[in-house]
Every structure is written in C-alpha cells, then in structure tokens.
C-alpha cells in the first residue's frame, strides 16, 4: 500500500486551475481542497461550499452583549443601589443607548475574533499549515485525498491533461516550516 496521503495539482494560471477543478469533478475524483495565493471569484460555488454561518453567529454574540449591560445596568440602577435624583426614574432607557451600543459592538468583536480562531484552528502561535509553499506565492494547488479508490496514476494524468505544472505525492499532510 502506498504512503501517499495527498496527490497535489499546481497549476501556473488560475483559468487553468477551474479548468482542472472542471475535468476532476467530470471524472468523479473528490477534491480534498484548492489552495490559491490570491482570491478567485466563483470558486466556492465550483467546489460546491456553503455560506458562512458566521455572521448569526455576530447577531448571536451581539444580542448577548446588549442583553448583559442592560441586565447589570437595571440590576445596579433599580435593584442593588437606587437612587431618587430629583424625583426622575431610576431605570431610564434612553441614559442606556450609548452604553449598551458599546457593549454590543465589544461583544460581538471578541466573540467574532474567538470564532474564527475556533472554525479556522487559526490559534495565535500556531505554525501554518500550507500543502506546498508555493500555494502562498505563485502557486494554484488542488489538493486530492488519495486515499480514494481511483488508482494514482489516473488522477495524475487527469490533472496534467488539465494543465498542472507539476503534480506531486505528499506522504504527510502539511508541510512543516521547520
């Protein structure tokens, strides 16, 4: 059995990197993932990937935010120390816009920070992952989990019929900076 774990497409051009995306999925081969150096329009509708849900997931963070500074606000101002000043109500909204507005926005910019991390495994510190350094450079990589039932040598011949430059065999599955 072969120590192959990704067999690796990279492409010069990125109309050649759709076109090579085009001729695997004609042919039934699962691409694992596309690394590209810049941003291609329309490559995420080809590769079949949905939405993000992150932005529920800012609305879910700035709601919480917003509900907790109006709890702690109402629970100082009515509950834990009232205060009559000049006969006005202890709990007035309005003397609450710009502060529960703050706590929204802080809210939502931690929580959103902290989720990309999580969904992206981003952590600070954290060495990179990249398949092959050119992917970051100059490089278009399609990256195809090897491990399928489609012999090797076909899907190599598929991406050179497609315009690979080169095609490679990795044996791990990222490349370490060390």
């Known amino acids: 059995m072969s120590s192959t774990k990704y067999i690796l497409g ?12 085009d001729t695997l999925q004609k042919n039934s081969v699962p691409i694992y993932d596309v690394f590209t150096p810049m941003p291609i329009h329309g490559i995420e509708k080809k590769l079949g990937i949905k939405d993000s849900r992150l932005g529920y997931a800012a609305f879910m963070f700035g709601c919480l935010g917003g509900t907790t500074i109006f709890s702690m606000a109402y629970f100082m101002l009515v509950h834990d120390w009232p205060m009559n000043i000049g006969g006005k109500p202890a709990f007035a909204v309005p003397d609450l816009i710009p502060i529960t ?7 939502t910019a931690f929580g959103m920070t902290l989720t990309f991390f999580y969904a992206t495994h981003l952590f ?18 399609i990256a195809i989990d090897a491990k399928g039932n489609i012999p090797h040598d076909d899907i190599t011949n598929l991406l050179k019929e497609a315009g690979a430059v080169e095609v490679k065999h990795n044996d791990r599955k990222y490349v370490s900076y060390e």
Do not use: Q, S
């Open 10 to 21: 990279l492409f010069a051009d990125p109309d050649e990197l759709m076109h090579g995306i």
């Open 101 to 107: 507005f703050e706590w929204t926005v802080l809210f």
């Open 124 to 141: 600070p510190g954290r060495t990179p992952r990249v398949m092959d350094y050119r992917a970051t450079d100059d490089r278009f990589v």
